[in-house]
Nanobody
Framework: QVPLVEFGGGLAQAGGSLRLTCTASERAFSTYAMGWFRQGPGKEREFIAA?????????ADSEFVKGRFTISRDSAKNTVYLQMNNLNLEDTALYSC????????????????WGRGTQVTVSS
């Protein structure tokens, strides 16, 4: 059983918005840090953002994130979200959710649990 399942991807217009959702299969994940990553075509996977069980979040120190992406979670629903606004063509990627009991491992792109990802394609 895949521990994390993402959905909400799809085709979006440049300048538009999408909200990705990741749902964990086990209640234990409500105590884990969870994060979002993405991998564009021909690119390496990159960290976007993560959020602790407490709700405190941190983001990649990258221009593509600033002011456009917001991570949040609903622990009661065992779910984490990624709100993406003002999308551009470079946001086209496979977006994956990840989780780990140790927040630092999420931030270091070494979490123990991964989802299979949801594809986001941005068109002009």
């Amino acid at each position: 059983q895949v521990p994390l399942v993402e959905f909400g991807g799809g085709l979006a217009q440049a300048g538009g918005s999408l909200r990705l959702t990741c749902t964990a299969s086990e209640r234990a994940f409500s105590t884990y840090a969870m994060g979002w990553f993405r991998q564009g075509p021909g690119k390496e996977r990159e960290f976007i953002a993560a959020i602790r069980a407490s709700g405190s979040a941190w983001y990649a120190d990258s221009e593509f994130v600033k002011g456009r992406f917001t991570i949040s979670r609903d622990s009661a629903k065992n779910t984490v979200y990624l709100q993406m606004n003002n999308l551009n063509l470079e946001d086209t990627a496979l977006y994956s959710c990840a989780a780990d009991p140790v927040p630092g491992l999420v931030g270091l792109s070494r979490p123990s649990y991964w989802g299979r990802g949801t594809q986001v394609t941005v068109s002009s």
